[in-house]
């Protein structure tokens, strides 16, 4: 998350070149599926967790 924020705030200033702009705008997807992709995970093993529980203790 931190490398994504960094990559944030190098695009927002614009002073830098078009070739690195692609490069970081590339990198961010990347993180940004992978955090995607971490979050369902987790989602998923929440609702699990949730659906072994006796309903009383939830």
């Known amino acids: 998350m931190a490398n994504l924020r960094k990559i944030i705030a190098e ?16 990198e961010g ?11 369902d995970e987790s989602h998923l093993r929440i ?3 949730g659906t072994e529980m006796p309903e009383n203790q939830i």
């Not at 997807?29 to 992709?37: D, E, H, S, V, Y």
Request: proline residues 0%; neutral net charge; hydrophobic residues 35%.
């Open 11 to 26: 695009l927002e200033k614009g002073d830098i070149s078009l070739e690195k702009s692609v490069e970081l705008y590339s």
């Open 47 to 49: 609702t699990e967790v």
């Open 29 to 39: 997807l990347k993180l940004t599926a992978l955090c995607r992709k971490q979050l």
